[in-house]
Nanobody
Framework: QVQLVESGGGLVEPGGSLRLSCAAS????????LGWYRQTPGKQREFVAD???????KYADSVKDRFTISKNNAKNTTYLQMNNLKPEDTGIYYC????????????WGQGTQVTVSS
């Protein structure tokens, strides 16, 4: 079992920045990757970025070169630095843990709201 708690969302103007945090607890050693997804009403939840245990990263094309995912292993925390935010970045951002083995299940945080509006 893994618990994920997001924080750092808020309201920003286009071009602004936010830094999201996701603190993981529980069966930390079985996490293969931590990542971020976002969801807007009427749309499916979409992949944003993730970072694996080897620190390799992946980004959705829509956020590439604007967002940076990182982690602090000592704090069991992943961060999403979001720069040059656009209105289309608005949504609820969910932290996700991909586990090493399928038996450990799929784990999601409660979400944090990001609103980009002038």
């Amino acid at each position: 079992q893994v618990q994920l708690v997001e924080s750092g969302g808020g309201l920003v103007e286009p071009g602004g920045s936010l830094r999201l945090s996701c603190a993981a607890s529980g069966n930390i050693l079985m996490i293969f990757a931590l990542g971020w997804y976002r969801q807007t009403p009427g749309k499916q939840r979409e992949f944003v970025a993730d970072i694996a245990v080897d620190s390799s990263t992946k980004y959705a094309d829509s956020v590439k070169d604007r967002f940076t995912i990182s982690k602090n292993n000592a704090k069991n925390t992943t961060y999403l630095q979001m720069n040059n935010l656009k209105p289309e970045d608005t949504g609820i951002y969910y932290c996700h843990a991909e586990m090493e083995y399928s038996d450990y299940g799929d784990h999601w945080g409660q979400g944090t709201q990001v609103t980009v509006s002038s």
